[in-house]
C-alpha cells in the first residue's frame, strides 16, 4: 500500500492569491512527480525531482514552481493564482519502476 | 516523440461480461508499461506493472499483455462487475512517462 499525501484536497480561491500544494510521502522514494489533469484529458508532468535539491520542469509549461528540501516532501507553488491554474494536480512518487499517486488537489480559481 | 493511443475512449458493457482495453505506443524502445484506474475525481491507482522484458502479468481478474514489437498491450477483464467501473489508463516509461488519455469504463449492473 503506498503511503502519499496531498493536502488540500480541495481548494477554492481568489485570483492573485498565492497557493502552496502539499505532497508527501513516507516511502523513502526518491523520484517525485507532479502532475497536471484537466476533467476528461490526459495527465501531464509539469515537474519532477529526482532527488533532494534536484527540480526539473516537465513537458507542459507552468507557471508553478516546487521545492524539494526533504525526502519525503514535494510542494508545488502558484505565486499567483489564474482561473487558467483551475485543474487537478497529481503528485506521484517511485522507486525504481512503479509509480504512485496521492488522491490528488482539485484547484478552483475564481 | 513517444505517443500512447488507447482504444475505445469509452466502453459500456454488462456485468459479467470479459473485456478487453487496448493500448498503443509509437516507440517501442520503453522500459516498462504501468495500467491505472482512476475514480472520478481520485488519485490513480497502480494496477499492473509490465517490465520490458515480459509478456505480461496477472493480478486476480486482470491480466496485462505486452507486445513491445507492435507497440501495443491489452488489459483483460474477467467477468466485470459494477465496481470496475472507472478510467483505466495507460503510461509508457522511456526516458520519461507518457500516459494515455485513458478508457472511461462503465459496467451496467
Known amino acids: 500500500e503506498a503511503d502519499i499525501y496531498q493536502t488540500p484536497r480541495y481548494l477554492v480561491i481568489g485570483t492573485g492569491k498565492k497557493i502552496t500544494l502539499e505532497c508527501s510521502q513516507t516511502m523513502g522514494h526518491d523520484k517525485m512527480y507532479w502532475y497536471q489533469q484537466d476533467p476528461g484529458m490526459e495527465l501531464h508532468l509539469i515537474h519532477y525531482?529526482?532527488?533532494?535539491?534536484?527540480?526539473e520542469k516537465g513537458d507542459l509549461s507552468s507557471e508553478s514552481t516546487v521545492s524539494r528540501i526533504r525526502t519525503e516532501h514535494f510542494p508545488l507553488t502558484l505565486e499567483s493564482a489564474r482561473p487558467s491554474h483551475t485543474s487537478q494536480y497529481l503528485c506521484a512518487s517511485s522507486e525504481a519502476y512503479e509509480q504512485y499517486f496521492g488522491p490528488g488537489t482539485r484547484l478552483t480559481v475564481t | 516523440k513517444q505517443e500512447v493511443t488507447q482504444i475505445p475512449a469509452a466502453l459500456s458493457v454488462p456485468e459479467g461480461e470479459n473485456l478487453v482495453l487496448n493500448c498503443s505506443f509509437t516507440?517501442?524502445?520503453?522500459?516498462?508499461l504501468q495500467w491505472f484506474r482512476q475514480d472520478p475525481g481520485k488519485g490513480l491507482t497502480s494496477l499492473l506493472l509490465i517490465q520490458s522484458s515480459q509478456r505480461e502479468q496477472t493480478s486476480g481478474r486482470l491480466n496485462a499483455s505486452l507486445d513491445k514489437s507492435s507497440g501495443r498491450s491489452t488489459l483483460y477483464i474477467a467477468a466485470s462487475q459494477p465496481g470496475d467501473s472507472a478510467t483505466y489508463l495507460c503510461a509508457v516509461r522511456d526516458d520519461k512517462i507518457i500516459f494515455g488519455k485513458g478508457t472511461r469504463l462503465h459496467i451496467l449492473p
Open positions: 525531482s529526482y532527488g533532494v535539491n534536484s527540480t
Open positions: 516507440d517501442s524502445a520503453i522500459y516498462n
